[in-house]
Antibody, heavy 116, light 105 residues
Framework: QVQLVESGGGVVQPGGSLRLSCAAS????????MHWVRQAPGQGLEWVAI????????YYADSVNGRFTISRDVSKNTLYLQMHSLRGEDTAVYFC?????????WGQGTLVTVSS | QMTQSPSTLSASVGDTVTITCRAS??????LAWYQQKPGKAPKLLIY???SLQSGVPSRFSGSGSGTEFTLTISSLQPDDFATYYC?????????FGQGTKLDLK
């Protein structure tokens, strides 16, 4: 069955960087578009980024464009989110998700806290 | 841009409830609905506006196209009290609706 496991979250200072990982299994990773979605404490869901199935084309929310980069390593079946210039408002649980007509499968999330 | 309403909804077990999402421009039928419980990842309920995701109970239904969409939950069960989100997936960004918290009256 499909499994998505995020890791890499933690506490980082404002202006810092962090890389999140999402280990995928149970499906052919290279055939699907993958997303990052985040949720600030007590808030709603915020779509962050998508990497299309080609592994090349990516799109971002305006709030992260130019600071975050989504990528993948097919040999490791792993999706990444490289985050730079982190701000307090980036504090959230970050989920990765697989797209099949909507986001059909989700990981459990990893918490990123931006604080001095 | 999606506008979801209401933001909160109080209901009783056995009730039928409806949640609405409106798009600022036509998204054809490319809309999904999710359920989220506290501390958990969202769960896909409906895709393509009206198609039921495998394993989701038939009391959940979706309708609409273009700019107006609804999620209906018939005969509410105790497990249905959660927060619901809509999400378009026709063009980027895939911005979620603001969410509807369904709680027990």
């Amino acid at each position: 069955q499909v499994q998505l496991v995020e890791s890499g979250g933690g506490v980082v200072q404002p202006g810092g960087s962090l890389r999140l990982s999402c280990a995928a299994s149970g499906f052919t990773f290279s055939n699907f578009a993958m997303h990052w979605v985040r949720q600030a404490p007590g808030q709603g869901l915020e779509w962050v980024a998508i990497l299309l199935y080609d592994g090349i084309n990516a799109y971002y929310a305006d709030s992260v464009n130019g600071r975050f980069t989504i990528s993948r390593d097919v040999s490791k079946n792993t999706l990444y989110l490289q985050m730079h210039s982190l701000r307090g408002e980036d504090t959230a649980v970050y989920f990765c998700a697989k797209e099949v007509a909507g986001l059909s499968d989700w990981g459990q999330g990893t918490l990123v806290t931006v604080s001095s | 841009q999606m506008t979801q309403s209401p933001s909160t909804l109080s209901a009783s077990v056995g009730d039928t409830v409806t949640i609405t999402c409106r798009a600022s421009e036509s998204i054809n039928k490319w809309l999904a609905w999710y359920q989220q419980k506290p501390g958990k990842a969202p769960k896909l309920l409906i895709y393509a506006a009206s198609s039921l995701q495998s394993g989701v109970p038939s009391r959940f239904s979706g309708s609409g196209s273009g700019t107006e969409f609804t999620l209906t939950i018939s005969s509410l069960q105790p497990d249905d009290f959660a927060t619901y989100y809509c999400q378009p997936y026709s063009t980027y960004p895939y911005t979620f609706g603001q969410g509807t918290k369904l709680d027990l009256k």
